[in-house]
Nanobody, 119 residues
Framework: QVQLVESGGGSVQAGGSLRLSCAAS????????MSWYRQAPGKEREFVSA???????NYADSVKGRFTISQDKPKNTVYLQMNSLKPEDTAMYSC?????????????WGQGTQVTVSS
């Protein structure tokens, strides 16, 4: 069974920082093409950041210059360093990755980690 497990969420004051991690567990190979999404209460899930197999990165305009995505390929882990956090960053953050399991590639989502930023 494939699991993507996020960690690192929490409650911080505006201007603070958090570092999220997403690791694939189980006997599975996940692509280096991984991404982060977030969903605030009452809102649609939105794209936050992604990293490609060649290491190129992409960010939502709302987090550019504040968030940094990186990965540890041998560990099948992706990170999201979040600095200068704002109350509007409050959301459930989830990672997504295509993983090879059971003879096929499928897209998997983690259960999410809550980030709460107070003003």
């Amino acid at each position: 069974q494939v699991q993507l497990v996020e960690s690192g969420g929490g409650s911080v004051q505006a201007g603070g920082s958090l570092r999220l991690s997403c690791a694939a567990s189980g006997y599975v190979y996940c692509s280096d093409d991984m991404s982060w999404y977030r969903q605030a209460p009452g809102k649609e899930r939105e794209f936050v950041s992604a990293i490609d197999t060649d290491g190129s990165t992409n960010y939502a305009d709302s987090v550019k210059g504040r968030f940094t995505i990186s990965q540890d390929k041998p560990k099948n882990t992706v990170y999201l360093q979040m600095n200068s956090l704002k109350p509007e960053d409050t959301a459930m953050y989830s990672c997504k990755a295509p993983c090879f399991f059971g003879g096929t590639w499928l897209t998997y989502w983690g259960q999410g980690t809550q980030v709460t930023v107070s003003s």
